[in-house]
């Protein structure tokens, strides 16, 4: 079955600095990797996805993501944080070989960009 | 708008009085699924659909139950409710697992069961 681990509860950067928020994953076959960010009181909004080619990919809101093979993960990234990116932050894997109709989603990172 | 509704969003209640959440999507979608998100656990699957009457279920489907009689509409049942049901829950669609599209979320249902 996949799964994926988010190490961090909480990310805290400076206004401008990069931001980096971490995801390993493991599944059977190859994996499909999405990014989601929540607002409080909305639902996941969807950032970015990998299935194939690429291994860094860009998305909304100037996020882009590397995945990595090697290293199972799919790390997150921001060249410079905003105050408007303060939210948690999902990572989600599917199993394309094993592909069981479920996407599983990592416990969250709560990220907190200061002023 | 592209979006995926549910009601209530809200909804204090006691242990075992029925409750149904509905989520309806205007997307024309094939797959849609229920999570529920509680704190340190992340968003755990309970149900999904494939498609109307195809349903399965997700890691945590102990004392619920859904169905998906028309594409656009799949409501989660909550036969008995327990407090350990106290949880803020999505819906999700997308055009179907295979496409590899995301998932379009609903703003969620906070339940709380005395």
């Known amino acids: 079955a996949q799964s994926v681990a988010q190490p961090e509860d909480q990310v805290n950067v400076a206004e401008g600095n990069p931001l980096t928020v971490k995801c390993t994953y493991s599944v059977s076959g190859n994996p499909y990797l999405f990014w989601y960010v929540q607002y409080p009181n909305r639902g996941l909004q969807f950032l970015l996805k990998y299935i194939t080619g690429d291994n860094l990919v860009k998305g909304s809101y100037g996020f882009e993501a590397e995945f990595n093979k090697s290293q199972t993960s799919f790390h997150l990234k921001k060249p410079s944080a905003l105050v408007s990116d303060s939210a948690l932050y999902f990572c989600?894997?599917?199993?394309?070989?094993?592909?069981?109709?479920?996407?599983?989603f990592g416990k969250g990172n709560q990220v907190v960009v200061i002023p | 708008e592209a979006q995926v509704t549910q009601n209530p969003r809200y909804l204090i209640t006691v242990t075992g009085k029925k409750l149904t959440v509905t989520c309806s999507q205007n997307?024309?979608?094939?797959?849609m699924s229920w999570y529920r998100q509680d704190p340190g656990l992340g968003l755990r699957q309970i149900y999904y659909s494939m498609n109307v009457e195809v349903t399965d279920k997700g890691d945590v489907p102990e004392g619920y139950k859904v169905s998906r009689k028309e594409k656009r509409n799949f409501p989660l049942i909550l036969e008995s409710p327990s407090p350990n049901q106290t949880s803020l829950y999505f819906c999700?669609?997308?055009?179907?697992?295979?496409?590899?599209?995301?998932?379009?979320f609903g703003d969620g249902t906070r339940l709380s069961i005395l």
């Open positions: 989600a894997v599917r199993d394309a070989l094993y592909g069981n109709n479920r996407l599983a």
């Open positions: 999700a669609s997308s055009l179907g697992l295979n496409s590899n599209q995301p998932q379009h």
């Open positions: 997307m024309n979608h094939e797959y």
